[in-house]
């Protein structure tokens, strides 16, 4: 089956801690991106993935770091400095035009 | 700037009443009108893509049609399972991002 995997489904935050979103795709796709979705607001771009080894920031990265070391991986590291950091993140992933999603993870801070 | 527009926010329907959802763009060199069904808790879901005005694109209940200026969603007969929020995002030419709408909440009660 060819699709985005996002794990985990919940992640909980502890105060002052780092934690890493997985992101996996097997579509082959060159470009993943980072989305964080708040209630009532649309989907806004933390970072995002053309190639291996080059990401670009999106409108939203401060607090946020990505790496892209294999074409299907692409993890997103919330860190301390990010404040507000209870959302839903959505990874994506495009090998032309349109972006297919993954299925989401739920940060939430104890 | 780049803006997109979703109208109404929330929209309540009775089975079978025809209704349809709004997306306008401010963006200048728009290479494509995207939408996506949302549902509750998971990452969305491609419907269709428009390129150019006066396209057209069918899946099932839904019709999405594009002017210069805006796109419609239109919903015909909707059933209960159409239930879902409906996102719509365009993309600037030379850009390989996507600038999302808040969304429009649509529920459908028997």
């Known amino acids: 089956d060819g699709g985005i995997t996002q794990s985990p489904k919940y992640l909980f935050r502890k105060e002052g801690q780092n934690v890493t979103l997985s992101c996996e795709q097997n579509l082959n796709h060159d470009a993943m991106y980072w989305y964080r979705q708040d209630p009532g607001q649309g989907l806004r771009l933390i970072y995002y993935?053309?190639?291996?080894?080059?990401?670009q920031k999106g409108d939203i990265a401060e607090g946020y770091s990505v790496s892209r070391e294999k074409k299907e991986s692409f993890p997103l590291t919330v860190t301390s400095a990010q404040k507000n950091p209870t959302a839903f993140y959505l990874c994506?992933?495009?090998?032309?035009?349109?972006?297919?999603f993954g299925p989401g993870t739920r940060l939430l801070v104890l | 700037e780049d803006q997109v527009t979703q109208s109404p926010e929330a929209l309540r329907l009775q089975e079978g009443e025809s209704s349809s959802l709004n997306c306008s763009y401010t963006?200048?060199?728009?290479?494509?009108l995207f939408w996506y069904r949302q549902d509750p808790g998971k990452g969305p879901e491609f419907l269709f893509t428009l390129y150019s005005a006066g396209e057209e694109k069918e899946k099932e209940r839904l019709k999405a049609t594009l002017t210069k200026k805006e796109s419609f969603l239109h919903i015909t007969a909707p059933k209960p399972e159409d239930s879902a929020t409906y996102l719509c995002a365009g993309k600037v030419s030379g850009y390989s991002t996507l600038t999302f709408g808040k969304g429009t909440m649509l529920l459908v009660s028997p």
């Open positions: 963006v200048s060199g728009l290479r494509g």
């Open positions: 993935s053309q190639i291996v080894n080059d990401f």
């Open positions: 994506a992933s495009s090998g032309g035009e349109t972006q297919y």
